[in-house]
């Protein structure tokens, strides 16, 4: 299947490990350019080479950091001087930390809300002009499926990711017209460095080994293992595509069964 992205421009933000690389990764292998995000900008340059090297894609590393609004515009500004234009944006910035409501202080409310709001709405700021006059675009958010089925111990994930979907869902509406259409993508339990990192925190916690852990996420999940990068990479690629250009405002879990929900 062509999916129509070779002329394509596409931002991936925290674009140099996980979820981001593999979309990155998948992204360009149809063909699309990229403008990749990271914080750490010696693993993003690596990351840069890599892809560029393995798909022939043209790929400009731009090191920044998403919860900072000035740093959001110097890498749409250098994306637009490098290639003119940006066709799709896929947003994505890891996860807050995890706790209860008592064990969370004002300070970490504050930072979540910039990392997972608000970089994905000045994300968006930043590139609807351009893509409004064009008459086409893709906006892609990364989530969780904690926005349809709220995971324990996880609520400033469970309470800022669903303020997202509220906001990708309206703004779908707003710019529908133009050509633009605007989805979330919710992976499920995925083998990436940050699941490792909670697997860890949480099997702590609870006095057991991280391979205990794993299998109680398992046991959960009706396919019976972890959900792999390219797989959540494929659908992604899909919703940016030209075939998806009549699919705007939803949420597609991409989580082996884990949701329970009939929506």
Same mark, same amino acid.
Not at 118 to 138: C, I, N, T
Not at 166 to 180: C, D, H, M, Q, S
Not at 222 to 237: F, Q, S
């Given at each position: 299947?062509?999916?129509?992205?070779?002329?394509?421009?596409?931002?991936?933000?925290?674009?140099?490990?996980?979820?981001?690389?593999?979309?990155?990764?998948?992204?360009?292998?149809?063909?699309?350019?990229?403008?990749?995000?990271?914080?750490?900008?010696?693993?993003?340059?690596?990351?840069?080479?890599?892809?560029?090297?393995?798909?022939?894609?043209?790929?400009?590393?731009?090191?920044?950091?998403?919860?900072?609004?000035?740093?959001?515009?110097?890498?749409?500004?250098?994306?637009?001087?490098?290639?003119?234009?940006?066709?799709?944006?896929?947003? *994505?910035?890891?996860?807050? #930390?995890?706790?209860?409501?008592?064990?969370?202080?004002?300070?970490?409310?504050?930072?979540?809300?910039?990392?997972?709001?608000?970089?994905?709405?000045?994300?968006? &700021?930043?590139?609807? #002009?351009?893509?409004?006059?064009?008459?086409?675009?893709?906006?892609?958010?990364?989530?969780?499926?904690?926005?349809?089925?709220?995971?324990?111990?996880?609520?400033?994930? *469970?309470?800022?990711?669903?303020?997202?979907?509220?906001?990708?869902?309206?703004?779908?509406?707003?710019?529908?017209?133009?050509?633009?259409?605007? *989805?979330?993508?919710?992976?499920?339990?995925? &083998?990436?460095?940050?699941?490792?990192?909670?697997?860890?925190?949480?099997?702590?916690?609870?006095?057991?080994?991280?391979?205990?852990?794993?299998?109680?996420?398992?046991?959960?999940? #009706?396919?019976?293992?972890?959900?792999?990068?390219?797989?959540?990479?494929?659908?992604?690629?899909?919703?940016?595509?030209?075939?998806?250009?009549?699919?705007?405002?939803?949420?597609?879990?991409?989580?082996?069964?884990?949701?329970?929900?009939?929506?």
């Amino acid at each position: 299947m062509d999916l129509g992205l070779k002329n394509k421009v596409a931002l991936v933000a925290a674009g140099s490990r996980g979820l981001g690389r593999a979309v990155a990764e998948e992204l360009a292998a149809e063909g699309a350019s990229l403008l990749l995000c990271a914080r750490d900008a010696q693993v993003l340059a690596e990351t840069a080479v890599a892809i560029a090297e393995s798909t022939n894609a043209h790929v400009l590393a731009v090191p920044a950091d998403v919860t900072v609004m000035g740093d959001i515009k110097r890498v749409v500004d250098a994306g637009i001087e490098r290639f003119g234009q940006i066709d799709i944006l896929v947003t *994505n910035a890891g996860g807050p #930390p995890a706790g209860r409501f008592d064990q969370l202080t004002r300070e970490q409310w504050d930072d979540a809300i910039k990392l997972t709001l608000l970089s994905a709405v000045e994300l968006a &700021r930043q590139v609807l #002009p351009g893509m409004r006059e064009r008459r086409w675009g893709r906006i892609i958010n990364i989530t969780s499926i904690a926005v349809k089925q709220p995971v324990d111990g996880l609520l400033l994930s *469970n309470s800022l990711r669903a303020g997202l979907t509220g906001f990708a869902r309206t703004l779908a509406n707003e710019v529908a017209a133009e050509g633009i259409t605007v *989805n979330n993508v919710l992976p499920g339990y995925t &083998r990436t460095e940050r699941l490792d990192e909670l697997a860890e925190m949480l099997a702590d916690k609870q006095g057991i080994s991280v391979g205990e852990f794993r299998g109680v996420w398992e046991k959960e999940i #009706p396919m019976g293992r972890l959900g792999e990068p390219r797989e959540l990479a494929a659908a992604v690629a899909f919703l940016a595509s030209e075939r998806a250009a009549y699919i705007t405002g939803t949420s597609i879990q991409v989580d082996g069964g884990w949701i329970r929900s009939l929506l």
